[in-house]
């Protein structure tokens, strides 16, 4: 059974610092994993998505890797800024069923 | 395009009562719908598939009675909670995919408060 973990659950740091969100899993039959992000309260918001075969995505600022043989993931946040407060989630979506099994998210805040 | 929305966006209601979640594809056509429950601080958990026109696949633990899915068309799945108690308080998030993709849009979820 796939299980997803998201290191550390909760993480603050000052504006400007550059910082590394985890993800693990379990099972590496995975057709591909995403990051989002999710306000308070909010729905979620597609990050990046990085295929099986890829190594790693970049968006901006945001840049992700995959080692799929190992079972991870990392979310790099460049120049962190205050707006980018929320809670981060992976997801890896299966090869089996193409069911999306998630990590319990890493809540991050930035400090002014 | 691939937008889905939820309706409500949230909603309080009394121990007992039944209340109903619309999930719609705005511009595709969704033949399946996947329905989550998120908890506080926690992970989303998918609660059930359902296939338009077809009976919906419950995940273990979910009562198939309780929460009923609907899916008559291809850009309408319902979510009714049946006598919902204070445990039922969440916040439920649907998801749509068209034929022949892997990807999931998401709605921007719905806060049920039971009171």
């Given at each position: 059974?796939?299980e997803?973990?998201?290191?550390p ?9 550059n910082l590394v ?13 995403q990051?989002?992000r ?11 998505l ?43 979506l ?19 | ?12 209601c009394?121990?007992?009562t ?5 999930c719609?594809?705005?511009?595709f ?5 996947f ?10 958990m ?5 296939n338009?026109?077809s ?14 899915i609907n ?31 892997y ?10 408060t039971?009171?």
């Amino acid at each position: 059974k796939q299980e997803v973990t998201q290191i550390p659950a909760a993480l603050s740091v000052p504006e400007g610092e550059n910082l590394v969100l985890n993800c693990s899993f379990t099972d590496s039959a995975i057709y591909n994993l995403q990051w989002f992000r999710q306000d308070p309260g909010k729905g979620l918001t597609s990050l990046l998505l990085i295929q099986s075969s890829q190594r790693e995505q970049t968006s901006g600022r945001l840049n992700a890797s995959l080692d799929k043989s190992s079972g991870r993931s990392t979310l790099y946040i460049a120049a962190s800024q205050p707006g980018d407060s929320a809670t981060y989630l992976c997801a890896v979506l299966m090869d089996s069923n193409y069911q999306l099994i998630w990590g319990a998210g890493t809540k991050l805040i930035i400090k002014p | 395009g691939a937008v889905v929305s939820q309706h409500p966006s949230w909603v309080i209601c009394k121990s007992g009562t039944s209340v109903k979640i619309e999930c719609r594809s705005l511009d595709f056509q969704a033949t399946t719908m996947f329905w989550y429950r998120q908890f506080p601080k926690q992970s989303l958990m998918l609660m059930a598939t359902s296939n338009e026109g077809s009976k919906a696949t419950y995940e273990q633990g979910v009562e198939k009675d309780k929460f009923l899915i609907n899916h008559a068309s291809l850009t309408l799945s319902t979510l009714t909670v049946t006598s919902a108690h204070p445990e039922d308080s969440s916040f439920y998030i649907c998801s749509a995919r068209e034929s022949g993709s892997y990807e999931q849009y998401f709605g921007p979820g719905t806060r049920l408060t039971v009171t």
